[in-house]
């Protein structure tokens, strides 16, 4: 039986020194970060090591990707590091639930809904999810070519409706689930640096709107029918109107409205590209895809996937994890110095604008040996591993609170795909990835369905 990878201690190894890219007058570097900010980011890491300080229309933004400063950032000396301006931009459309709090309304919030996440609870979620990916994966037919990014998204939110408001809600809610595809779907930069836009009249921000006008409503319309009920519901929304603090507190309407939106805001799109990206992976490298779905064979002694199985997809769950690595679909975390710092003897004045590019750290070969291939293998054995190298979900207080919910769609999700259908690419040209806000094909990716042999 193979053991786990183990964590190997910093070392004498220590993050490079500090070197200044100036850009353009006033724009910095404003120009190539918006034609292709992860190449432009990968590629200043890579040619001035792992602390460039940049200059965007006026701001000091300093780019990190080494363990020690982004252990320091989100863990050790996280009370000096607040919420980016990009978070913070999302308030006024998505309130102030965990993703965009800070301070005590974050502590508090996270006190109050971290219970739900717990293990008990996730039985309950998984078999929600394989529910929804079954009722999916039986109007597919051998020989199609599907968009398996549209069909990880459609996945993803009908997983998202039925674990908040029950398992029944988006068969019966499609108006509200098209408005969940709508808001998530195209929430693209534009919306967050220019609030303008918004109030643009092109069609594409009409609907946008509208689609938030109707979910904002909904949520509300739900919260306030729940709130009249004799019982709370057995569903997460049921849990979190039950929900409090040990001194009593709970949530206002307000506030449930907010973290409602986050879940949708986090459970959706970021799940659907974990499984877009795996999905793709093991379409072009057929002998992993054959391991896994052989696993999922001997795991389910040839039938369908159950709840109880998600332990035992060891090497589906390796797939997952590769998965994240090569394509964290949160590929950069953003913070903003609250105060004057240090990362180590690195001042930090305040206002500085921190980013955290996790997609460098990911496929650094300082700690990954062929950092750009795919190989699951590498969290099956004894491999030393690096402290703080992996964050697909962030880490230290403030890491992604459903990120046990998140794998579990993931492996459950692959693996029920897997059991039914073997995947090839329709085009040999590899997938380019489209970063801004999330890590998303550049263009459709297209898979064949096949039999599956097993």
């Given at each position: 039986?193979?053991?786990?990878?183990?964590?190997?201690?910093?070392?004498?190894?220590?993050?490079?020194?500090?070197?200044?890219?100036?850009?353009?007058?006033?724009?910095?570097?404003?120009?190539?970060?918006?034609?292709?900010?992860?190449?432009?980011?990968?590629?200043?890491?890579?040619?001035?090591?792992?602390?460039?300080?940049?200059?965007?229309?006026?701001?000091?933004?300093?780019?990190?990707?080494?363990?020690?400063?982004?252990?320091?950032?989100?863990v050790?000396?996280?009370?000096?590091?607040?919420?980016?301006?990009?978070?913070?931009?999302?308030?006024?459309i998505?309130?102030?639930?965990?993703?965009?709090?800070?301070?005590?309304?974050?502590?508090?919030?996270?006190?109050?809904?971290?219970p739900?996440?717990?293990?008990?609870?996730?039985?309950?979620?998984?078999?929600?999810?394989?529910?929804?990916?079954?009722?999916?994966?039986?109007?597919?037919?051998?020989?199609?070519?599907?968009?398996?990014?549209?069909?990880?998204?459609?996945?993803?939110?009908?997983?998202?409706?039925?674990v908040?408001?029950?398992?029944?809600?988006?068969?019966?809610?499609?108006?509200?689930?098209?408005?969940?595809?709508?808001?998530?779907?195209?929430?693209?930069?534009?919306?967050?640096?220019?609030?303008?836009?918004?109030?643009l009249?092109?069609?594409?921000?009409?609907?946008w709107?509208?689609?938030?006008?109707?979910?904002?409503?909904?949520?509300?319309?739900?919260?306030?029918?729940?709130?009249?009920?004799?019982?709370?519901?057995?569903d997460?929304?049921?849990?979190l109107?039950s929900?409090h603090?040990?001194?009593?507190y709970?949530?206002?309407?307000?506030?449930?409205?907010?973290e409602?939106?986050?879940?949708?805001?986090?459970?959706?799109?970021?799940?659907?590209?974990?499984l877009?990206?795996?999905?793709?992976?093991?379409?072009?490298?057929?002998?992993?895809?054959?391991?896994?779905?052989?696993?999922?064979?001997?795991?389910?002694?040839?039938?369908?996937?159950?709840?109880?199985?998600?332990?035992?997809?060891?090497?589906?769950?390796?797939?997952?994890?590769?998965?994240?690595?090569?394509?964290?679909p949160?590929?950069?975390l953003?913070?903003?110095?609250?105060?004057d710092?240090?990362?180590?003897?690195?001042?930090?004045?305040?206002?500085?604008?921190?980013?955290?590019?996790?997609?460098?750290?990911?496929r650094?070969?300082?700690?990954?040996?062929?950092p750009?291939?795919?190989?699951?293998?590498?969290?099956?054995?004894?491999?030393?591993?690096?402290?703080?190298?992996?964050?697909?979900?962030?880490?230290?207080?403030?890491?992604?609170?459903?990120?046990?919910?998140?794998?579990?769609?993931?492996?459950?999700?692959?693996?029920?795909?897997?059991?039914?259908?073997?995947?090839?690419?329709?085009?040999?040209?590899?997938?380019?990835?489209?970063?801004w806000?999330?890590?998303?094909?550049?263009?459709?990716?297209?898979?064949?369905?096949?039999?599956?042999?097993l």
């Amino acid at each position: 039986m193979t053991e786990p990878a183990r964590e190997m201690d910093a070392g004498a190894d220590v993050p490079t020194d500090l070197v200044q890219v100036e850009g353009l007058p006033f724009l910095g570097s404003l120009l190539p970060i918006r034609r292709n900010a992860l190449g432009f980011f990968s590629r200043m890491l890579r040619d001035h090591g792992d602390r460039v300080q940049l200059r965007v229309l006026g701001r000091k933004v300093i780019l990190l990707c080494h363990p020690d400063d982004i252990e320091e950032v989100l863990v050790r000396d996280r009370d000096s590091f607040g919420r980016s301006a990009e978070i913070r931009r999302l308030r006024p459309i998505f309130g102030n639930g965990l993703l965009a709090s800070d301070g005590a309304l974050w502590r508090r919030q996270r006190n109050i809904v971290q219970p739900s996440f717990q293990h008990n609870a996730m039985t309950d979620y998984a078999s929600i999810m394989l529910k929804c990916i079954s009722k999916q994966l039986s109007e597919w037919r051998i020989g199609e070519v599907r968009d398996i990014h549209a069909d990880m998204m459609r996945y993803t939110r009908e997983t998202i409706c039925s674990v908040l408001f029950g398992s029944e809600f988006a068969a019966h809610n499609l108006e509200i689930t098209n408005a969940v595809s709508v808001v998530f779907g195209d929430l693209r930069a534009e919306i967050l640096y220019l609030p303008i836009w918004r109030s643009l009249p092109f069609a594409r921000n009409t609907r946008w709107n509208h689609a938030v006008k109707l979910l904002n409503h909904s949520i509300r319309t739900i919260i306030g029918e729940r709130r009249s009920c004799a019982e709370a519901g057995n569903d997460l929304l049921g849990s979190l109107l039950s929900a409090h603090d040990s001194d009593g507190y709970t949530m206002s309407d307000e506030q449930l409205h907010d973290e409602i939106l986050t879940l949708f805001l986090a459970g959706h799109e970021t799940a659907a590209l974990s499984l877009t990206w795996a999905a793709y992976l093991v379409a072009t490298h057929p002998e992993i895809q054959e391991r896994a779905a052989e696993e999922v064979f001997t795991v389910a002694a040839g039938g369908d996937v159950r709840a109880e199985h998600y332990p035992h997809l060891r090497f589906v769950t390796a797939v997952a994890k590769e998965a994240l690595r090569l394509y964290p679909p949160v590929w950069s975390l953003g913070r903003v110095a609250t105060k004057d710092c240090a990362l180590g003897s690195l001042p930090v004045v305040k206002e500085t604008d921190i980013w955290l590019c996790l997609h460098r750290l990911h496929r650094d070969p300082r700690w990954y040996p062929e950092p750009e291939r795919f190989r699951p293998e590498r969290w099956l054995g004894n491999q030393v591993q690096r402290r703080v190298t992996y964050a697909p979900f962030g880490i230290g207080p403030r890491v992604c609170i459903g990120q046990h919910f998140a794998m579990a769609e993931t492996v459950l999700g692959l693996a029920s795909m897997l059991r039914r259908f073997s995947f090839s690419p329709t085009s040999s040209v590899p997938a380019e990835v489209n970063a801004w806000i999330s890590l998303r094909p550049r263009k459709s990716i297209e898979l064949r369905l096949q039999h599956r042999n097993l």
